[in-house]
């Protein structure tokens, strides 16, 4: 059973920095695409970043200059670091495994003064 497990998320001042982690087990890590989704309140699931097998990556324009996903194959984990936060970030963050079609449970970060 595919299982991926969410952390990092919490509570943080504008400007400030938080690196989310996704644990992945059950499967074979290194063979799927992993994305980062966000849904904030009252909005909309949207994909923020993904990167491949390959490691090859894509950032939303939104939050390109300030948000960077890496993974570690060994470690079977996928990371969001995120910097320079804002308001507007705050939302539940999800790991996501497009191939399997599995969803994390999410980690809410909170950007506020």
Known sequence: QVQL???????VQPGGSLRL????????FNA?????????P????????GISSSGSTDVAD????RFHISRDPVKKAV?????????EDTAVYYCYVPS??????????????
């Open 100 to 113: 399997l079609l599995v969803w994390g449970q999410g980690t809410q970060v909170t950007v506020s003064s």
């Open 42 to 49: 009252g909005k909309q699931r949207e994909l923020v970043a």
């Open 79 to 87: 990371y969001l670091q995120m910097n320079r936060l804002k308001t």
């Open 32 to 40: 799927y695409t992993m994305r980062w989704y966000r849904q904030a």
């Open 21 to 28: 982690s996704c644990l992945v087990s059950g499967t074979d």
């Open 5 to 11: 497990v969410e952390y990092g998320g919490g509570l």
């Open 62 to 65: 939104s939050v390109k200059d």
